[in-house]
């Protein structure tokens, strides 16, 4: 099976913009979960997608949004790009999202603002 | 919520040594515990993981621990090799998505294997 896809690998974005990033999950896995990577703050959680649903959410802004398509694939968006934004926006994914699902890791998307 | 915390945050053996790296969490009701090595512009691997109704689960070269009574698990890596260099992050379930999860990591460990 191919594992989990998500592009674009690369994005430099200015302060202010908006960006959207986009995830494929391994085939037949339905939950979809996004996590920031930043050097001082380590792996955090941002939310999780289950046939179309946000189920579960981290602490981060309203400017962090997501979406699940029919397909399980799912996008992220973040408006009103801030530096501090800068980090590896990494997506998972899991057959069903229970809480003992082993989550499987797409190569991330490594976004830059400016 | 849960928070989990990861020691130490870089060690440095020789090849062939052993590595252990441990972690311990705060939410009783974790019941996930997956370790994943990261390599340099990577992405997370799994490498082993654990489940709470176990207590050690071994996989070649690589062993997780569990004691669930002082909410800390290991990781145990034998016989080290240079190709083992990489960054080990530990993590566990947080429970207050109810059924539904996501996972609460450490800070990682850097690991370095000196030929």
């Known amino acids: 099976k191919a594992g989990v896809t998500q592009t674009p690998r690369y994005l430099i974005k200015t302060r202010g913009q908006q960006v959207t990033l986009s995830c494929s999950p391994i085939?037949?896995?339905?939950?979809v979960s996004w996590y920031q990577q930043t050097p001082g703050q380590g792996l955090q959680f941002l939310f999780e997608y289950f046939s179309e649903t946000q189920r579960n959410k981290g602490n981060f802004p309203g400017r962090f949004s997501g979406r699940q398509f029919s397909n399980s694939r799912s996008e992220m968006n973040v408006s009103t790009l801030e530096l501090g934004d800068s980090a590896l926006y990494l997506c998972a994914s899991s057959l069903v999202g229970h809480r003992d699902d082993t989550q499987y890791f797409g190569p991330g998307t490594r976004l830059t603002v400016l | 919520g849960e928070n989990v915390e990861q020691h130490p945050s870089t060690l440095s053996v020789q090849e062939g040594d052993s590595a252990v790296i441990k972690c311990t969490y705060s939410?009783?009701?974790?019941?996930?515990f997956p370790w994943y090595k990261q390599e340099l512009g990577k992405r997370p691997q799994l490498i082993i993981d654990i489940r709470s109704n176990v207590g050690e689960k071994k996989d070649q070269r690589i062993a997780v621990t569990l004691n669930k009574t002082a909410k800390h698990f290991s990781l145990h890596i034998t016989e080290t090799q240079p190709e083992d260099s990489a960054v080990y992050f530990c993590?566990?379930?947080?429970?207050?998505?109810?059924?539904?999860?996501?996972?609460?990591f450490g800070k990682g460990t850097k690991l370095s294997v000196k030929p």
């Open positions: 993590a566990a379930s947080n429970s207050e998505g109810g059924s539904q999860g996501n996972l609460i």
């Open positions: 939410d009783s009701a974790s019941n996930y």
């Open positions: 085939s037949g896995h339905r939950s």
